[in-house]
């Protein structure tokens, strides 16, 4: 089945500064890589995913790549906030397998 | 208001008992999950229901026990046969088309095992 490893697990920046997450999964089939985001004490929501047949989509300021060749992804945030301080999770799956499987989650803290 | 619910959002229990967590759903989702959240592991799958009456073991299924008799209902049940179920449940559903994959989370269920 699908695993799925998320890197690093804390993350620190200054407020203006840039922050990326990456993660890396194995199961070829999978076609599917969302990103969600649970602040503290708040439920996980989306804030954008990819399917393979695109190599990147922004929105915003946040963006996400897929390298397939290499089997990873990474959510880029630019110009950061302290409201973007929360946990973020990516995941992978397919539709033909019916579930997706998370990463181990990246705690972000934003300084002012 | 649409959307998914989970209850109780806190919940004790004494070891060898078994405990019911609901799950309700009136967005007409297809599809519903239950997920373990543990400090530093991330969400981890339960159970997973694609269909009414139909459901599948996840990653950690063990000592736990599913039902999809209605399809805007899954209740876990987290039996004694569970070693270590002090953690916090999220519930989740999602619409099974070809072209969406969001998964929308219910506010979860916090279990303490005393």
């Known amino acids: 089945g699908e695993n799925v490893e998320q890197h690093p697990s804390t993350l620190s920046v200054q407020e203006g500064d840039s922050a990326v997450i990456k993660c890396t999964y194995s199961?070829?089939?999978?076609?599917?890589f969302p990103w969600y985001k649970q602040e503290l004490g708040k439920r996980p929501q989306l804030i954008i995913d990819i399917r393979s047949n695109v190599g990147e989509k922004k929105d915003q300021r946040i963006a996400v790549t897929l390298n397939k060749t290499a089997k990873h992804f990474s959510l880029h945030i630019t110009e950061t906030q302290p409201e973007d301080s929360a946990v973020y999770f990516c995941?992978?799956?397919?539709?033909?397998?019916?579930?997706?499987?998370f990463g181990k989650g990246t705690k972000l803290s934003v300084k002012p | 208001d649409g959307g998914i619910t989970q209850s109780p959002k806190y919940l004790f229990r004494k070891e060898g008992q078994n405990v019911t967590l609901s799950c309700e759903q009136n967005l007409n989702h297809d599809a519903m999950y239950w997920y373990r959240q543990d400090p530093g592991q991330g969400l981890r799958l339960i159970y997973y229901?694609?269909?009414?009456?139909?459901?599948q073991k996840g990653d950690i299924a063990e000592g736990y026990s599913v039902s999809r008799e209605k399809k805007e209902s899954f209740p876990l049940t987290v039996t004694s046969a569970q070693k270590n179920p002090t953690a916090f449940y999220l519930c989740a559903s999602t619409i099974e088309t070809r072209n969406t994959g969001e998964l929308f989370f219910g506010e979860g269920s916090r279990l303490t095992v005393l």
């Open positions: 229901s694609q269909i009414v009456n139909d459901f």
């Open positions: 995941a992978g799956g397919a539709r033909s397998q019916g579930n997706l499987i």
């Open positions: 199961d070829s089939a999978s076609n599917y």
